[in-house]
C-alpha cells in the first residue's frame, strides 16, 4: 500500500515542479524519496485511531479475528486499486482509496450497517468541494501575479517589490500548515506569530538566495522573474512533500495500526501505540514508490492537463497548501490529490479554457468517482473468500 501510495499520489508534491521544469524528474524522485520517508518517521501520527475515521461501526465487530482480516482485506484492495489507477496515470486519493477498502471488508463482515454513512457523504462531497476551492485560490493567485506583475508596466521593478510577499505569504501558509497538521497545534494566537515571523524570515532568506544567484540573470524580465520563481517552488514542493509522508503514511499503515492493536490488546477498538519502525516502513514504501513507479502519474499532473512554467507551478503550489490547510482546520475529510488537480486546472482557466486538456480532465474526474466503488468490490471479494478460511 505504501509502495502505491509513493507512486500515486507523490504527483501532488513534486509534479507541478517537473512540469514547470524547476526540477528534473529524478532529483523530484530524490527529494520526494527522502522528505516522504522523514515526514511519515518522525512526523506520522500514532495511527491507531486516524486509521478508523469513523468509516465503520467497530463496536459492532466484536471478534478481533475480523478486524485483522478485513483491514488486510482493505489494504490489498487498495492497494490493487491503486496499482491500476497508476498504470494508466490517473491521480485518485489514496484516502479514498483506503475508505473504500474499509467500506468494503465492513459490508461482508457485518452488512451496511456497520458503515458510518454519514462519513461517506461527507467524503463523497470533498470530492466536489476540495477541487473546486483548489481551481478558485489558484485562479485568484495567478491572476494577482499577472496584475502585479507580469502584466506590469515595469516588471523587473515590481518583481523585486512582489514577490517578496508571494514568497513571505507562501512561507506564512507553509509554517502554519506545518504547526497545524504536523505539530498539532490548533490555530492559536502564539502558532500565527511563529508562523508570521517565519514567513518573515523565510522571505528575507530566499531574496538573498535568489539575488545572489541572479547577479547574472538574464536581462529579459519575462526570464528574469521565471528564475525567481523556479528557484522559489522547489522549496513549496519540498514542503508539500514532508507534510504528505506525514500526514498520508496513515493511509498505509492505519489498518497495520488497526491489526496491531487487536493483537496485542486483544479486543476491538482499544488503543495501542504504535512502534515507530512501522512507521519507518510505511516512509521506506512510499520512498521506494516514487523511484520505482512515480513518474506516470507525474506527467500527467504537471504535463498533460495544462502547459507550465515556474509562475504557474508556484501559484499551484500555493493554492494547493493553502486550500489542504483551510480544509484541515475546518474538519474537512480533504484529497491532497483532488486539490492539486483542480489547482492545476484553475491555473489554466486563468489563462482560457482552450488552454487544458479536457479529455485528461474527463479521465482523472472518471476516475476519482470510481476509486471508493472499485477499492470497496476488490476489498469485499477478499474478504468473502478468507471468510472460508477462518
Known amino acids: 500500500m505504501a509502495l502505491a501510495i509513493g507512486a500515486n499520489d507523490v504527483a501532488n508534491s513534486m509534479a507541478t515542479a517537473v512540469g514547470a521544469k524547476a526540477i528534473t524528474p529524478k532529483q523530484a524522485v530524490l527529494i520526494a524519496g527522502v522528505l516522504e520517508f522523514v515526514g511519515a518517521t518522525f512526523f506520522g501520527k500514532q495511527v491507531t485511531e486516524t486509521i478508523r475515521k469513523g468509516i465503520l461501526h467497530l463496536d459492532v465487530l466484536a471478534d478481533p479475528k475480523i478486524v485483522i482480516w478485513g483491514s488486510l482485506s482493505a489494504l490489498i484492495g487498495a492497494t490493487i486499486w491503486l496499482a491500476i489507477a497508476t498504470y494508466k496515470s490517473w491521480p485518485v486519493s489514496t484516502t479514498h482509496s483506503i475508505v473504500g477498502g474499509m467500506v468494503g471488508y465492513g459490508i461482508a463482515a457485518g452488512g451496511f450497517a456497520v458503515v458510518n454513512w454519514s462519513k461517506i457523504i461527507t467524503i463523497t462531497l470533498s470530492w466536489v468541494i476540495s477541487p473546486l476551492v483548489g481551481l478558485a485560490v489558484s485562479y485568484i493567485m495567478f491572476k494577482s501575479i499577472s496584475a502585479t506583475i507580469l502584466h506590469s508596466k515595469d516588471i523587473k521593478r515590481n518583481s523585486k517589490l512582489w514577490i517578496p510577499f508571494f514568497l513571505g505569504l507562501a512561507a506564512f501558509i507553509i509554517a502554519l ?29 530566499l531574496m538573498i538566495y535568489v539575488i545572489l544567484k541572479l547577479k ?4 529579459d524580465p519575462y526570464v528574469y522573474v521565471e528564475e525567481i520563481f523556479r528557484k522559489s517552488q522547489v522549496i513549496t514542493s519540498c514542503y508539500v512533500a514532508l507534510a504528505h509522508g506525514a500526514n498520508d503514511v496513515a493511509n498505509a499503515i492505519g489498518p497495520v495500526a488497526a491489526v496491531y492493536a487487536a493483537v496485542v490488546t486483544g479486543t476491538v477498538g482499544a488503543k495501542a501505540e504504535i512502534p515507530r519502525y512501522i512507521l519507518a516502513l510505511g516512509g521506506l514504501g512510499i520512498a521506494i514508490g516514487v523511484a520505482v513507479w512515480g513518474s506516470r502519474v507525474m506527467k500527467t499532473v504537471g504535463t498533460e492537463i495544462t502547459e507550465l512554467n515556474n509562475s504557474r507551478g508556484f501559484a499551484i503550489d500555493f493554492s494547493t497548501a493553502t486550500t489542504v490547510l483551510m480544509a484541515s482546520n475546518l474538519g474537512m475529510p480533504i484529497s491532497t490529490t483532488h486539490t492539486v488537480v483542480g489547482s492545476v486546472i484553475g491555473n489554466g482557466l486563468a489563462r482560457g479554457t482552450g488552454s487544458i486538456n479536457l479529455g485528461v480532465v474527463k479521465d482523472i474526474f472518471v476516475s476519482w468517482f470510481l476509486t471508493v466503488p472499485a477499492a470497496a468490490i476488490v476489498s469485499y471479494v477478499l474478504f468473502k473468500i478468507i471468510l472460508l478460511f477462518i
Not at 547574472?216 to 536581462?219: M, V
Open 177 to 205: 500548515s506545518f504547526i497545524t497538521k504536523t505539530l498539532h497545534m490548533s490555530i492559536t494566537f502564539k502558532a500565527i506569530i511563529y508562523a508570521v515571523l517565519f514567513g518573515i524570515l523565510m522571505a528575507i532568506v
Open 216 to 219: 547574472n540573470a538574464s536581462d
